[in-house]
């Protein structure tokens, strides 16, 4: 679209942050408004498909292995269950399928068990997305191969800020991932997490950078930190709510095309907060009780929130299939898949 912008200055962003609410809002929502349906919102299911014991050192994480976190380390989940936990997951509304791993990358003899869920998933007929971490560009053929819609992989925050929180891996590591996966055709969904003690400058400059990326990611998931007890960031100030509903406002206006995914954190925001980030310019959530390791918001509070709201969940264009699989009842469904992981 011609008024998509690559060249914001870290200044710019931040006057845009610096706004008065009620302005910051009004202008999020015309752009909103101007790309997008504002009463529809994209779902999309996350599974852990390979929990715990990850090397790197990542301050917000309960995966990885040095911190005690009570979070267990398993073993990639066998085929069947990513299948059963996907059919459930559309039958309860979702589109897309997350599936997310506790690596630092892929060991190659991983990529070809990864590539057979891919296809299973979208054999389904539902849109996938993967996480597993940095990829080489012989990976990234791999998944496009498989027919991998999307690769997530966020920025997390401002360059500067970043070795606080990362120092097993560069910042410049992910950009070059993300280079990879561009390469191959592959849609990027990236973003980061906010409330890790960053300041609001460096809020601008993760949203600048996310900006000047070659493409705009097509996903950009703005997470909230969710703290966990005995990672390094567990007991960081709380950030004021309306500073994250700005950070999703100038994400909507500096990446107007893009799907801007309330992510991570929703279990702790109140219905009121959820509904002025929609306002502001959120259009995709993560859908079902759990994130990779961490509650999210029941199936049915969702499901009565977008009532609530007037808000319609996306469908993929022509998938009539999905209609008649959603009349399954979606609380049930959504425990029924807790128990086929934990089987
Ligand atoms: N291991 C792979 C990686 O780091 O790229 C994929 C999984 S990792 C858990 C995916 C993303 O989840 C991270 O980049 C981070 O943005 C987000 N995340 C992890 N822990 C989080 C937390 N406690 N709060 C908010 N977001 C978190
Ligand atoms: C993203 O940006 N957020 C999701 C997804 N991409 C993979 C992950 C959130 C994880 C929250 C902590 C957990 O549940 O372990
Ligand atoms: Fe590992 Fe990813 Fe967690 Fe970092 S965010 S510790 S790479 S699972």
């Known amino acids: ?123 389904l007929g539902m849109e996938t997305c993967a996480t597993l971490g940095m990829l080489s560009g012989e990976q990234a053929e791999a998944l496009q191969a498989a027919g991998l819609d999307y690769y997530n992989h966020n920025l997390d925050t401002a360059p500067e800020f970043y070795g606080d929180v990362i120092k097993t891996r560069e910042y410049q590591d992910r950009l070059d991932t993300l280079a990879h996966v561009r390469k191959v055709g592959m849609k990027t969904c990236c973003g980061g997490i906010v409330g890790m003690g960053e300041s609001r400058d460096q809020r601008a400059g993760l949203l600048q950078t996310l900006a000047s990326l070659p493409d705009h990611p097509q996903s950009v998931p703005i997470n909230r930190l969710v703290q966990v007890e005995g990672t390094p960031l567990a007991g960081t100030v709380l950030l004021d709510p309306f500073e994250f509903v700005r950070t999703i406002a100038v994400a909507r206006i500096v990446m107007p095309a893009s799907m801007v995914r309330l992510s991570a954190g929703r279990a702790e925001m109140s219905d009121e907060l959820q509904a002025l980030c929609f306002f502001a310019g959120a259009n995709s959530i993560f859908y079902g009780e759990k994130l990779l390791t961490t509650g999210n918001p029941d199936v049915l509070a969702d499901q009565q929130l977008f009532a609530r709201l007037g808000i319609h969940a996306m469908q993929i264009a022509g998938d009539p299939a999905g209609d008649a699989a959603r009349t399954v009842h979606a609380d049930i469904v959504d425990r029924e898949c807790r128990e086929v992981v934990t089987a």
């Not at 715990?52 to 073993?75: H, I, L, N």
Request: hydrophobic share 45%.
């Open 1 to 123: 679209m011609s008024d998509l912008r690559h060249d914001w200055s870290r200044d710019e962003v931040l006057a845009l942050l610096d706004l008065p609410f009620a302005d910051l809002l009004q202008r999020a929502h015309a752009v909103h408004r101007a790309h997008h349906d504002a009463n529809a919102v994209q779902v999309s299911t996350l599974l852990s498909i390979k929990t715990g014991g990850c090397p790197e050192d990542c301050a917000y994480c309960p995966q990885a292995a040095r911190y005690s976190t009570g979070v267990k380390a398993e073993k990639l989940l066998p085929l069947e269950t990513v299948i059963e936990c996907a059919r459930q997951a559309k039958a309860a509304g979702a589109t897309r399928f997350c599936m997310g791993a506790a690596w630092r990358s892929p060991k190659d003899r991983d990529v070809p068990k990864v590539a057979a869920m891919i296809r299973a998933v979208n054999a």
